[in-house]
């Protein structure tokens, strides 16, 4: 059975929680907060809204496809759900991403083979691209902890695990 592809799409709702941080949902019933304090912060040309009063005048856009502010400042409707998945652990960070090759020393080729995507959906990953899915998220998790995963029955064979079955009692 093929997975369902779903597209995001506008947005129906906006309210501002407070200085930097929107509650958004989508057309497709999916909700969510979004903290905008970091990336505002971080960007000279989003000054323009790091002002509590200057952020509390976001509106949805009249085809809501984006969140719009007065000065021209706006954000899509697909990178904030991005944003809000990345804050709520449903998907990783590309910083994060490039942050685990690093620490484990991972080429774009040596991270495919770790966690067996290919080498273009890793680039794909590391270059921010393509949101990376809460499955690859937990997988370099478990990568980061497989070093100290030692169970009775199991033994690393090169890059993967290899079950053993122990014998049965009266078993030949």
Known sequence: MAAKLIAIGKMTSLAVAGPGKLELEWDDGHAAAVDLGEIIAGHPGLK????????????????????????????GSPQLRRWADEQAGETMRADDFRDWMETHALTLDGA????????????YYASGEKP????????????????GWKREGVAEAGAKFVATRAKRPGAR
Do not use: Y
């Not at 809204?49 to 984006?66: E, P, Q, T, V």
């Not at 990376?132 to 070093?147: N, W």
């Open 48 to 75: 323009a809204i790091r002002a509590a009063r200057a952020f509390a005048k976001a509106a949805l856009s009249d085809d809501g496809w984006s969140v719009e502010w007065p000065g021209g400042v706006d954000f």
């Open 112 to 123: 495919a083979d770790a966690l067996g995507l290919s080498r273009r959906m890793i680039a």
């Open 132 to 147: 990376i899915p809460k499955t690859v998220l937990l997988a370099t998790v478990g990568f980061g902890a497989r070093a």
